[in-house]
T-cell receptor, first 114, second 113 residues
Framework: AQSVTQLDSHVSVSEGTPVLLRCNYS??????LFWYVQHPNKGLQLLLK??????LVKGINGFEAEFKKSETSFHLTKPSAHMSDAAEYFC????????????FGKGTHLIIQP | EAQVTQNPRYLITVTGKKLTVTCSQN?????MSWYRQDPGLGLRQIYY???????DKGDVPEGYKVSRKEKRNFPLILESPSPNQTSLYFC????????????FGPGTRLTVT
C-alpha cells in the first residue's frame, strides 16, 4: 500500500521569497516520486521526478525537491517565487513490487502575493 | 504533435444513462490510466492499463469500466451514472508504467443530474 500526505492545503508567499511545499509519503517498496503542477483550468504538467538516482532532483522553472528516505519526505522548493508560480501542486507516489498504480496527494494551493 | 485527447470535454447527463468518455494517445505509450479530480481530494486513480488487454483497478474503481483493445485507446465507461460521479476526469499515458512521466489529457467535466 502507498499513500501521500501534503502537509499544507494552502501556502501563501510574497513574490521573490522562497517557496516550500511539503510532502510525506508511505510505500512498501522503493517508490518513484513526482511533483505535478496544475494551473487554473489547465491539465497537469510534470515539474520533476525522483526514480532512485540522485536524491536532489532539479525540475522545470527553478523548482527542485530532495528525497529523504529516513524522513519519508519529498519537499518541493524554489528559491524565489514568481507570480506565474501560482497554481495547484500535487505530490505523487508510484510504488514498486509490480504495482504501477499512482497515488496523488490532495494538493497544495500556492498563492503568490505581489 | 504528441498528445492525449479526450472526448467529450463537457458532458451533462441524467442518472442511469450509459455513457463513454474516449481517450486516445499518439505516443505509442503502453501505460494509460483514468483519474477523477474532486475539490479537496486531489486526483484519484480509477483504473489503469499496463498494455493491451491488461487493466487493473486503481483507488476508486466502483461504478466504472474500462477496456483496452488497442494500444492507443482507453475508453472510460459509466454503465449507470449517478450524481456522485459528477467530477472532472483526466486520462493520462506514459511510456511503460506508473514510474514514468504521465502525459495528461485536457480533462472531461461530467455532470450527472
Amino acid at each position: 500500500a502507498q499513500s501521500v500526505t501534503q502537509l499544507d492545503s494552502h501556502v501563501s508567499v510574497s513574490e521573490g521569497t522562497p517557496v516550500l511545499l511539503r510532502c510525506n509519503y508511505s510505500s512498501s517498496y522503493s517508490p518513484s516520486l513526482f511533483w505535478y503542477v496544475q494551473h487554473p483550468n489547465k491539465g497537469l504538467q510534470l515539474l520533476l521526478k525522483y526514480t532512485s538516482a540522485a536524491t536532489l532532483v532539479k525540475g522545470i522553472n527553478g523548482f527542485e525537491a530532495e528525497f529523504k528516505k529516513s524522513e519519508t519526505s519529498f519537499h518541493l522548493t524554489k528559491p524565489s517565487a514568481h507570480m506565474s508560480d501560482a497554481a495547484e501542486y500535487f505530490c505523487v507516489v508510484s510504488g514498486g513490487g509490480g504495482a504501477d498504480g499512482l497515488t496523488f496527494g490532495k494538493g497544495t494551493h500556492l498563492i503568490i502575493q505581489p | 504533435e504528441a498528445q492525449v485527447t479526450q472526448n467529450p470535454r463537457y458532458l451533462i447527463t441524467v442518472t442511469g444513462k450509459k455513457l463513454t468518455v474516449t481517450c486516445s494517445q499518439n505516443m505509442n505509450h503502453e501505460y494509460m490510466s483514468w483519474y477523477r479530480q474532486d475539490p479537496g481530494l486531489g486526483l484519484r486513480q480509477i483504473y489503469y492499463s499496463m498494455n493491451v488487454e491488461v487493466t487493473d483497478k486503481g483507488d476508486v474503481p466502483e461504478g466504472y469500466k474500462v477496456s483496452r483493445k488497442e494500444k492507443r485507446n482507453f475508453p472510460l465507461i459509466l454503465e449507470s451514472p449517478s450524481p456522485n460521479q459528477t467530477s472532472l476526469y483526466f486520462c493520462a499515458s506514459s511510456l511503460v508504467g506508473g514510474r514514468f512521466e504521465q502525459y495528461f489529457g485536457p480533462g472531461t467535466r461530467l455532470t450527472v443530474t
